[in-house]
T-cell receptor, first 117, second 113 residues
Framework: NAGVTQTPKFRILKIGQSMTLQCTQD?????MYWYRQDPGMGLKLIYY???????DKGEVPNGYNVSRSTTEDFPLRLELAAPSQTSVYFC????????????????FGEGSRLTVL | DAKTTQPNSMESNEEEPVHLPCNHS???????IHWYRQLPSQGPEYVIH???SNVNNRMASLAIAEDRKSSTLILHRATLRDAAVYYC??????????????FGKGTKLSVIP
């Protein structure tokens, strides 16, 4: 199993450009999440999904959009990039909470470092 | 959401035990206590979780106070590889936001050779 795979690992954008961060998982998890982490700070939830076709806003959704057409994929789109979106973005996935003996633990990707100039 | 309070940083000598504290005085009866850690330049990884009883796994032990208002993550013998930021998180499995884990700043653990 590859786990959670994010692409690209690094990207530099100009102000106003758009891009999509890709995230795919091969663990058949129904929950998926996007977090951002600014330097020296904790992670903040951007969007999450509890299954294909269902998405919802987290703590900091402004400036982002997501879709969940399949169980495996959960892309994050940045429209009109701004310097405030310079951050490291983490995608994660998990099973439903405490299903059977499952811990509900989140599995994270390695992150995508985005710089907006 | 119930909040947690952790020290910003801690130091430990290599091969010594480490006790990482977490206060959660407003914890509810359905909140599980989860710990994650984040190694440098990596995404967070799950360490351990518990509800009321102390828990052990291959990575660490979790000691939970009887009133559940505090907990301690115990690394029995710190290694250089344990240098990371450790996050203590409450997760209400019955709440509508049970999947929205809130990662604060955590405790940055430094391990001295």
């Amino acid at each position: 199993n590859a786990g959670v795979t994010q692409t690209p690992k690094f990207r530099i954008l100009k102000i106003g450009q758009s891009m999509t961060l890709q995230c795919t998982q091969d663990m058949n998890h129904n929950y998926m999440y996007w977090y951002r982490q600014d330097p020296g700070m904790g992670l903040k939830l951007i969007y999450y999904s509890v299954g294909a076709g269902i998405t919802d806003k987290g703590e900091v959704p402004n400036g982002y959009n997501v879709s969940r057409s399949t169980t495996e994929d959960f892309p994050l789109r940045l429209e009109l990039a701004a310097p405030s979106q310079t951050s490291v973005y983490f995608c994660a996935s998990s099973y439903s909470i405490e299903r059977g003996t499952n811990t509900g633990e989140l599995f994270f990707g390695e992150g995508s470092r985005l710089t907006v100039l | 959401d119930a909040k947690t309070t952790q020290p910003n940083s801690m130091e430990s000598n290599e091969e010594e035990p480490v006790h990482l504290p977490c206060n959660h005085s407003t914890i509810s009866g359905t909140d599980y206590i989860h710990w994650y850690r984040q190694l440098p330049s990596q995404g967070p990884e799950y360490v351990i979780h518990g509800l009321t009883s102390n828990v052990n796994n291959r990575m660490a032990s979790l000691a939970i106070a009887e009133d559940r208002k505090s907990s301690t993550l115990i690394l029995h013998r710190a290694t250089l590889r344990d240098a990371a930021v450790y996050y203590c998180i409450l997760r209400d499995v019955n709440g509508a936001g049970s999947y929205q884990l809130t990662f604060g700043k955590g405790t940055k653990l430094s391990v001295i050779p």
